[in-house]
């Protein structure tokens, strides 16, 4: 399995707090993979909003653009 970014146990707390009592190490890992795929697109789309705006700082209004995007 390639290196996670993301920390598994404070994933598996959020599940938890979501309402699910017993979590699989599958099903964490599986959001984990989720999670890390999401932040990828999104830092790649901000990018591109920062790039365009001639800047090299993403800031958060990139993000939030991305997030809408």
């Known amino acids: 399995m390639a290196k996670r970014t993301l920390a598994w146990s ?5 599940m938890k707090k979501a309402g699910a009592d017993m979590v699989s ?9 989720l999670l890390e ?8 789309q901000a990018l591109e909003f920062c790039r365009h705006a001639d800047r090299k700082k993403l ?11």
Do not use: C, N
């Open 59 to 69: 800031t958060m209004d990139d993000v939030q653009l991305a997030i809408e995007f």
């Open 25 to 33: 190490k599958d099903a964490v890992d599986a959001l984990i993979k």
């Open 37 to 44: 795929e999401k932040a990828v697109e999104l830092t790649s």
């Open 10 to 14: 404070p994933i598996r707390d959020l």
